[in-house]
């Protein structure tokens, strides 16, 4: 009993006293010891500095670090204190939390500034930055003097400006407030801050410090509503295209279109299983493109040639069986795929942000759905501009009686229009299935949006459509900070209904005989 | 015992519902099947949630019935479809129980359908087992609540964020579905952030529709207001599918559950199998069970779900496990009253304990809610959760919550 309480006072005295001088071999198997003491454990490795905690305690963050029944940790079949061989049979996995992960980050950062890896070494000096402490000084200057590439000194004169931010000197604190001033990031704003807090003498130097940085923040915060209006824009746009077509240019009020755009969803889910084995797991997002384009325009000439030509002319008629059909899409993959929600994994260069020059950030799935939105934008008009079908079709919507007496087919025409704009429904579901769910109801969020563009746009007006589509999309994203979402929302219809008023022919009208 | 949400009037109809049913059951009794209504959605939105609570609730049937049933009668289960559609909720309620005549109902998730169907079980003196976590500040004498009140799952969660292992957060973002469980619940932890010295500027509080799918700005306003030197956490009572687009943008933007932490309420191991969870690492959620819970009777209910199911790649979650409880515990209460009668069984319940694959044995309270431990957990790579904090022993319910001014006075 007594000599356990001397061991928690003997503990306890050495944590206080000089975490240093716990040996290495101490200090690994109590990293298998609870969220706590490994906390404490990894700290005093980071702090001592031994390479040979590295791989240890990068294994602890990749959960690959063992712990068997006798309280040894162990690290690929070796014992990671003493190196000696042992059985990983029984041994569990040692488990993370994010006190534990924070530490752990501090800790791996430290170790690897010294390492011979670039890329290791950026990360250690990001890491370092996040997890600051005054007695990584010394340490970050000594990496400084060794380090040669321009970016990752960057990275090191930030983590020590926000280190020497921590240390009793108002003259390093000092240094450390023009560096970080000179970042322009958040995250340097908010150290400023906390440093503010702790030191009311340095208020002066930090408030220019940050009005600074808030400068530079404005610019990057217009920058940002803009990106993503002009990507809810072209989610709009591409939601919205394959109705520009078979409302806007044909006249059919299709309910079902949303569905149109569930399963080119799906197929993009379907190519992803198809490959997800072989050799072209990679490709299964570009290839969804054909895939998805194809299948949505095959359930297009169905529904065209079976239904829907049938009650050509009759608007209430056709709104009533394209929502039921609708309905019974949606049932129909709920029965084949269920109601759960189906995975489509986002290929390696649609993820992340990608920093532009000047600290742009832009997310990279949104960047790419904007362009294939042009694209396909781009792809729709020269079709109809430069085409023999996009020729016969503006003569079927021009004048049908005339252009069938002049040969063209205009029953074959209306059916490949129709399998046109639920293609290009298809094309809106694999842009989707990276940004929203893939499950039954994907459609149904789409399709006011989709005849909201159109009809704001302009009906049978690509232009107006693109126009409509970046308008709606930017106008949300400014009323957002400051109506919240739900309202946003609201304030945008409202608009539009009063738009409406105005323009019943939206922003562009078609003119001349045409329009009649 | 007086229950203060019963009307007079509800209260006389259940009086009268009372007198006129042990008619209806004599009439009906001697080896004739007992009746289980089974209210959920199996179509529309809600699809997505409820329809594994659908076949819980067939698989404890299936597993009663091989065990003999309930007093040698066998139990038949009656199935409907509300169709996420909250009126209709009432009238396949009034269906059930004035038709099918059941003896018992299974059912809901949403608040609002819950609510929706409460006047009909008042009116006809049903009893419905509710399975799901909910904002509280209800109390009915018809209603068995399952799920956790906010003192079993949003106030331990965020006082775990508060705390050493959770971050220390000083400021609270509350992102919500715009509904009543998530402003309910929002409302509640404002009450309680601000009794802990959190004043109104260091929280930001947000809501969106139902299915929202572009989070860029929130998550852009939610970094700049992380950005204001004090530690920062989410607690998300997003609610459906909206989720998976929330995380996604999350990890895109490069929040790290290292920078921002955030806890999610309605979040579990369904919802996590239609995403990719890599980025979500760290990120936790709290429940009062979860799947990875190490328990003899966790593993039976695991092994009996994939049984049922026939696909061992299925998952278990809170809401399932709920619902588990509220049969086992209903089962033993009408053997021990010898009755199915609504009222017999209404009485017989308080007290019921129930060994629960949480791992605790929990006990049905006189308010009609559960005693339950609280476990917060983070999410794994392969859509499971490490349980990083549980209580040790289970968390009596407090279905009015003392933060909410107008109904503290009701807590007994």
Same mark, same amino acid.
């Given at each position: 009993?007594?000599?356990?309480?001397?061991?928690?006072?003997?503990?306890?005295?050495?944590?206080?006293?000089?975490?240093?001088?716990?040996?290495? #071999?101490?200090?690994?198997?109590?990293?298998?010891?609870?969220?706590?003491?490994?906390?404490?454990?990894?700290?005093?490795?980071?702090?001592?500095?031994?390479?040979?905690?590295?791989?240890?305690?990068?294994?602890?963050?990749?959960?690959?670090?063992?712990?068997?029944?006798?309280?040894?940790?162990?690290?690929?079949?070796?014992?990671?204190?003493?190196?000696?061989?042992?059985?990983?049979? %029984?041994?569990?996995?040692?488990?993370?939390?994010?006190?534990?992960?924070?530490?752990?980050?501090?800790?791996?950062?430290?170790?690897?500034?010294?390492?011979?890896?670039?890329?290791?070494?950026?990360?250690?000096?990001?890491?370092?930055?996040?997890?600051?402490?005054?007695?990584?000084?010394?340490?970050?200057?000594?990496?400084?003097?060794?380090?040669?590439?321009? #970016?990752?000194?960057?990275?090191?004169?930030?983590?020590?400006?926000?280190?020497?931010?921590?240390?009793?000197?108002?003259?390093?604190?000092?240094?450390?407030?023009?560096?970080?001033?000179?970042?322009?990031?958040? #995250?340097?704003?908010?150290?400023?801050?906390?440093?503010?807090?702790?030191?009311?003498?340095?208020?002066?130097?930090?408030?220019?410090?940050?009005? *600074?940085?808030?400068?530079?923040?404005?610019?990057?915060?217009?920058? #940002?509503?803009?990106?993503?209006?002009?990507?809810?824009?072209?989610?709009?746009?591409?939601?919205?295209?394959?109705?520009?077509?078979?409302?806007?240019?044909?006249?059919?009020?299709?309910?079902?279109?949303?569905?149109?755009?569930?399963?080119?969803?799906?197929?993009?889910?379907?190519?992803?299983?198809?490959?997800?084995?072989?050799?072209?797991?990679?490709?299964?997002?570009?290839?969804?493109?054909?895939?998805?384009?194809?299948?949505?325009?095959?359930?297009?000439?169905?529904?065209?040639?079976?239904?829907?030509?049938?009650?050509?002319?009759?608007?209430?008629? *056709?709104?009533?069986?394209?929502?039921?059909?609708?309905?019974?899409?949606?049932?129909?993959?709920?029965?084949?795929?269920?109601?759960?929600?189906?995975?489509?994994?986002?290929?390696?260069?649609?993820? %992340?942000?990608?920093?532009?020059?000047?600290?742009?950030?832009?997310?990279?799935?949104?960047?790419?759905?904007?362009?294939?939105?042009?694209?396909?934008?781009?792809?729709?008009?020269?079709?109809?501009?430069? *085409?023999?079908?996009?020729?016969?079709?503006?003569?079927?919507?021009?004048?049908?009686?005339?252009?069938?007496?002049?040969?063209?087919?205009?029953?074959?025409?209306?059916?490949?229009?129709?399998?046109?704009?639920?293609?290009?429904? %298809?094309?809106?579901?694999?842009?989707?299935?990276?940004?929203?769910?893939?499950?039954?109801?994907?459609?149904?969020?789409?399709?006011?949006?989709?005849?909201?563009?159109?009809?704001?746009?302009?009906?049978?007006?690509?232009?107006?459509?693109?126009?409509?589509?970046? *308008?709606?999309?930017?106008?949300?994203?400014?009323?957002?900070?400051?109506?919240?979402?739900?309202?946003?929302?609201?304030?945008?219809?409202?608009?539009?209904?009063?738009?409406?008023?105005?323009?019943?022919?939206?922003?562009?009208?078609?003119?001349?005989?045409?329009?009649? | 015992?007086?229950?203060?949400?019963?009307?007079?009037?509800?209260?006389?109809?259940?009086?009268?519902?009372?007198?006129?049913?042990?008619?209806?059951?004599?009439?009906?009794?001697?080896?004739?099947?007992?009746?289980?209504?089974?209210?959920?959605?199996?179509? +529309?939105?809600?699809?997505?949630?409820?329809?594994?609570?659908?076949?819980?609730?067939?698989?404890?049937?299936?597993?009663?019935?091989?065990?003999?049933?309930?007093?040698?009668?066998?139990?038949?289960?009656?199935?409907?479809?509300?169709?996420?559609?909250?009126?209709?909720?009432?009238?396949?309620?009034?269906?059930?129980?004035?038709?099918?005549?059941?003896?018992?109902? /299974?059912?809901? !998730?949403?608040?609002?359908?819950?609510?929706?169907?409460?006047?009909?079980?008042?009116?006809?003196?049903?009893?419905?087992?509710?399975?799901?976590?909910?904002?509280?500040?209800?109390?009915?004498?018809? &209603?068995?609540?399952?799920?956790?009140?906010?003192?079993?799952?949003?106030?331990?969660?965020?006082?775990?964020?508060? +705390?050493?292992?959770?971050?220390?957060?000083?400021?609270?973002?509350?992102? +919500?579905?715009?509904?009543?469980?998530?402003? $309910?619940?929002?409302?509640?932890?404002?009450?309680?952030?601000?009794?802990?010295?959190? @004043?109104?500027?260091?929280?930001?509080? =947000?809501?969106?529709?139902?299915?929202?799918?572009? !989070?860029?700005?929130?998550?852009?306003?939610?970094?700049?207001?992380?950005?204001?030197?004090?530690? @920062?956490? &989410?607690?998300?009572?997003?609610?459906?599918?909206?989720?998976?687009?929330?995380?996604?943008?999350?990890?895109?933007?490069?929040?790290?559950?290292?920078?921002?932490?955030?806890?999610?309420?309605?979040?579990? =191991?369904?919802?996590?199998?239609?995403?990719?969870?890599?980025?979500?690492?760290?990120?936790?959620?709290?429940?009062?069970?979860?799947?990875?819970?190490?328990?003899?009777?966790?593993?039976? /209910?695991?092994?009996?779900?994939? $049984?049922?199911?026939?696909?061992?790649?299925?998952?278990?979650?809170?809401?399932?496990?709920?619902?588990?409880?509220?049969?086992?515990?209903?089962?033993?209460?009408?053997?021990?009253?010898?009755?199915?009668?609504?009222?017999?069984?209404?009485?017989?319940?308080?007290?019921?304990?129930?060994?629960?694959?949480?791992?605790?044995?929990? =006990?049905?309270?006189?308010?009609?809610?559960? $005693?339950?431990?609280?476990?917060?957990? =983070?999410?794994?790579?392969?859509?499971?959760?490490?349980?990083?904090?549980?209580?040790?022993?289970?968390?009596?319910?407090?279905?009015?919550?003392?933060?909410?001014?107008?109904?503290?006075?009701?807590?007994?």
């Amino acid at each position: 009993m007594i000599a356990r309480l001397l061991a928690v006072l003997l503990f306890c005295a050495l944590a206080a006293s000089a975490r240093a001088q716990t040996s290495f #071999e101490e200090l690994v198997p109590r990293l298998g010891g609870g969220f706590g003491p490994a906390a404490e454990a990894a700290q005093a490795l980071g702090t001592q500095g031994d390479p040979r905690a590295l791989p240890i305690l990068r294994a602890l963050s990749e959960g690959r670090l063992l712990r068997n029944a006798e309280g040894r940790v162990i690290l690929d079949g070796r014992d990671a204190a003493t190196g000696e061989a042992i059985a990983a049979e %029984g041994a569990t996995r040692i488990n993370l939390n994010n006190r534990l992960r924070v530490v752990l980050r501090g800790a791996i950062g430290r170790l690897a500034l010294s390492s011979p890896n670039a890329a290791e070494r950026r990360a250690a000096a990001d890491a370092v930055f996040r997890t600051r402490s005054a007695e990584n000084v010394p340490l970050l200057e000594d990496a400084l003097s060794r380090e040669a590439i321009p #970016e990752i000194r960057a990275l090191m004169e930030l983590a020590l400006g926000a280190s020497r931010l921590l240390v009793d000197d108002v003259t390093v604190q000092r240094a450390g407030i023009i560096v970080l001033s000179g970042a322009g990031t958040a #995250e340097a704003r908010s150290l400023l801050l906390e440093a503010r807090a702790a030191k009311p003498e340095l208020a002066v130097d930090i408030d220019a410090g940050i009005a *600074t940085i808030d400068r530079r923040l404005a610019i990057r915060r217009g920058f #940002e509503t803009a990106f993503q209006g002009i990507s809810l824009g072209s989610v709009l746009l591409l939601a919205a295209l394959g109705l520009a077509i078979t409302f806007g240019v044909m006249g059919v009020i299709n309910m079902a279109h949303g569905e149109m755009v569930m399963i080119g969803a799906y197929t993009t889910f379907m190519v992803q299983e198809a490959l997800r084995h072989t050799a072209w797991a990679a490709w299964s997002l570009p290839l969804s493109v054909p895939a998805a384009f194809l299948v949505t325009a095959a359930v297009g000439v169905v529904l065209e040639r079976f239904l829907i030509r049938h009650l050509y002319g009759r608007p209430l008629e *056709t709104l009533l069986l394209t929502f039921g059909i609708g309905m019974m899409l949606q049932q129909g993959v709920r029965l084949i795929f269920g109601a759960q929600n189906r995975e489509v994994l986002s290929p390696a260069w649609m993820q %992340g942000t990608l920093m532009l020059p000047g600290g742009l950030p832009v997310t990279q799935n949104r960047l790419w759905i904007i362009l294939f939105g042009l694209a396909v934008l781009a792809l729709t008009m020269a079709a109809i501009r430069f *085409t023999r079908f996009g020729l016969e079709m503006r003569a079927v919507v021009q004048n049908r009686r005339i252009a069938a007496t002049m040969g063209i087919r205009t029953g074959w025409v209306d059916a490949m229009t129709f399998a046109f704009g639920s293609g290009l429904a %298809g094309l809106a579901g694999v842009a989707l299935s990276q940004i929203d769910n893939v499950s039954p109801n994907l459609g149904t969020g789409y399709i006011i949006d989709s005849f909201m563009v159109v009809v704001f746009g302009g009906v049978g007006s690509l232009v107006g459509t693109l126009v409509g589509a970046l *308008t709606l999309g930017i106008v949300n994203k400014l009323l957002e900070p400051y109506a919240g979402a739900v309202l946003a929302k609201v304030a945008v219809l409202v608009g539009i209904m009063l738009f409406i008023q105005r323009r019943p022919k939206g922003l562009f009208a078609l003119k001349g005989r045409a329009a009649e | 015992m007086t229950l203060p949400t019963i009307t007079r009037r509800a209260a006389l109809a259940g009086m009268a519902g009372s007198m006129a049913l042990p008619a209806i059951h004599s009439a009906s009794a001697q080896g004739a099947p007992i009746k289980v209504g089974v209210l959920h959605s199996l179509t +529309g939105t809600m699809a997505i949630s409820e329809t594994a609570l659908r076949d819980t609730v067939l698989m404890m049937v299936e597993k009663q019935n091989a065990a003999g049933g309930i007093m040698g009668r066998r139990l038949e289960a009656v199935v409907v479809d509300p169709a996420s559609n909250w009126p209709l909720f009432a009238e396949k309620a009034r269906e059930l129980l004035a038709v099918h005549k059941v003896d018992v109902t /299974f059912g809901c !998730w949403t608040s609002v359908s819950r609510k929706s169907v409460l006047p009909v079980f008042e009116e006809l003196n049903g009893l419905l087992f509710y399975p799901v976590q909910y904002e509280g500040e209800e109390e009915s004498r018809n &209603i068995f609540y399952t799920g956790a009140a906010p003192n079993q799952q949003a106030i331990p969660a965020v006082e775990y964020l508060m +705390g050493a292992d959770g971050g220390e957060a000083k400021r609270i973002v509350l992102l +919500g579905t715009d509904y009543v469980y998530p402003r $309910t619940t929002n409302r509640i932890l404002r009450g309680f952030l601000n009794s802990k010295g959190i @004043t109104d500027a260091d929280i930001m509080e =947000e809501y969106t529709p139902f299915g929202h799918s572009d !989070w860029q700005g929130i998550v852009t306003r939610v970094k700049a207001f992380a950005a204001q030197g004090k530690k @920062t956490a &989410i607690v998300s009572t997003i609610n459906g599918d909206a989720n998976v687009p929330f995380y996604r943008e999350l990890g895109n933007q490069g929040i790290k559950a290292e920078d921002i932490p955030c806890v999610a309420f309605s979040v579990g =191991e369904e919802e996590l199998a239609g995403i990719d969870t890599k980025p979500l690492v760290g990120h936790l959620a709290a429940w009062n069970y979860f799947m990875s819970v190490d328990a003899p009777a966790n593993r039976e /209910f695991i092994s009996d779900w994939h $049984t049922f199911i026939r696909n061992p790649r299925r998952v278990t979650n809170d809401p399932m496990e709920a619902t588990l409880v509220g049969f086992k515990m209903w089962a033993q209460a009408v053997a021990q009253a010898r009755s199915t009668g609504v009222d017999a069984v209404r009485t017989a319940m308080i007290g019921q304990k129930v060994a629960a694959p949480c791992g605790f044995t929990l =006990e049905m309270l006189p308010n009609h809610h559960l $005693t339950k431990p609280v476990m917060i957990g =983070e999410i794994q790579e392969n859509g499971q959760f490490n349980i990083v904090w549980r209580t040790p022993a289970p968390v009596p319910a407090e279905n009015w919550s003392r933060y909410i001014p107008e109904n503290a006075n009701r807590r007994r």
